[in-house]
């Protein structure tokens, strides 16, 4: 084989040795360039994410630039496909795989970092569109650095759900910043789920980035937590623990422990949010969003 081939043939099921690599990045000194469109309608999901989309209703095979000319109810049901259902550091896809087939009527989007890992999945998901015809065109995966480019890929209120499965604790205190889940993050996260719908799931095997994760989502006014009841209806949950690869290593490893914490938020209506004791509450506000401690960065 010349170097130039790739590891794996698109439709082969590549092997996870080959697309190892180094385990965490600095997302926010990750200066690679990624392409991302200036607004969100500017994207058209079919061409390279979702070409056989169920709703494209077409035929296994086909492509959309195949036969010449495309009506407008194609191009038209082409437009109105984008992703609802983000699974943000996605690792090797396993929950990306998983939701496709538990959310049929849903569009599922893995984000991930790492150039050799988002290829793992993308022919991960290749391989399985092959093996079943029919199966996995709902989902497909894209290499971005999600604390960067989300409201340029997606609209206000488009998304239902979005998953933070064992997101980087990033444990030193000068590390904070790189979190995922932030004051200033979830504010963006909470614009782009759709509200009284969406969802935001967050899971971890640390308890201490777990308690982080509960501090800034319940003082966020427009997020409410889910009881233990509503948690445990919802499929989702026993996915996120049981799909995930940081999950299974979770149950067979137990390096903290054996131990999975988790929450999931609902996106509430503005009508709902007691705005008078939402701003009693609000630890960040005009006044003090400048000072030392906020966000975990120290004024030096
Ligand atoms: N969610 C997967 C799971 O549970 O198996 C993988 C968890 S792994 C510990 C965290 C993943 O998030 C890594 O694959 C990392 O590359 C990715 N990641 C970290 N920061 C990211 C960012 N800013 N945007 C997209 N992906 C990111």
């Known amino acids: 084989m010349g170097t130039n081939e790739p590891i794996t043939a698109d439709g082969d099921m590549p092997k ?5 690599s180094r385990a965490h990045c600095n997302p926010l000194s990750f200066n690679e360039t990624f392409n991302y469109p200036t607004r969100p309608d500017f994207m058209d999901w079919t061409e390279e994410y979702y070409p056989n989309h169920p709703s ?15 009506s407008f109810s194609q191009l038209s049901n082409a437009m109105n496909v984008h992703p609802d259902v983000l699974d943000v550091g996605c690792g090797f896809g396993g929950l990306t795989m998983a ?3 538990a959310l049929p009527n849903n569009t599922i989007l893995g984000l991930e970092i790492r150039a ?3 290829e793992y999945v993308r022919l991960r998901i290749v391989a399985q569109r092959k093996e079943h015809p029919g199966q996995y065109h709902n989902c497909s995966v894209m290499r971005t650095n999600a604390m960067k480019y989300l409201p340029n890929f997606f609209s206000k209120g488009s998304l239902e759900k979005i998953f933070f499965c064992f997101p980087d604790p990033h444990f030193k205190r000068k590390n904070w910043p790189r979190r995922i889940i932030s004051e200033r993050l979830l504010s963006e996260y909470v614009y782009l789920l759709k509200p009284s719908v969406g969802r935001l799931y967050c899971i971890t095997d640390v308890k201490d980035l777990h308690d982080w994760h509960v501090d800034k989502c319940s003082m966020h006014p ?3 937590e889910l009881s233990n009841e509503e ?3 919802d499929p989702c949950v026993a996915l996120m623990k049981s799909e995930t690869e940081e999950g299974k290593k979770v149950i067979r490893e137990g390096k903290f422990g054996h131990v999975m914490y988790y929450k999931v938020y609902k996106r509430v209506e503005l009508s709902e ?4 004791a939402a701003s009693a509450t609000a630890k960040v506000t005009v006044e003090n969003f400048f000072q030392e401690g906020q966000f975990g960065v120290e004024v030096a």
Do not use: H, P
């Not at 996870?16 to 190892?20: I, Q």
């Not at 209703?57 to 495309?70: A, F, L």
């Not at 949010?273 to 008078?276: H, I, L, P």
């Open 16 to 20: 996870k040795k080959f697309y190892r």
């Open 56 to 70: 494209l209703n077409k035929k296994e095979g086909d492509s959309k630039d195949t036969g010449g000319t495309i």
């Open 99 to 101: 939701l496709s087939t």
């Open 116 to 118: 050799k890992v988002t």
């Open 222 to 224: 427009m997020l409410q």
């Open 231 to 233: 948690m445990e209806e």
């Open 273 to 276: 949010v007691d705005s008078a």
